[in-house]
């Protein structure tokens, strides 16, 4: 009997920028940032969350 190699799997992580204008988001982003008195750290990764197109892929390969 032949030995099979093991069924690999891995991730895919595509960013892709989105389809709006980015100081349409700038200026929403800081406004909400403001209005809601968030500290940049908070503001800056949830500005990129809305800025970035994120889509994570799991797969995996048959042997």
Do not use: K, Y
Request: net charge neutral.
């Amino acid at each position: 009997m032949e030995p099979t190699a093991p069924a690999a799997a891995g991730v895919t992580v595509d960013i892709h920028p989105r389809d709006l204008p980015i100081a349409l988001i700038g200026t929403a982003g800081g406004a909400l940032a403001l209005w809601a008195d968030a500290p940049a750290e908070i503001a800056v990764p949830v500005a990129l969350l809305i800025v970035l197109d994120i889509r994570i892929r799991r797969w995996s390969r048959r042997a």
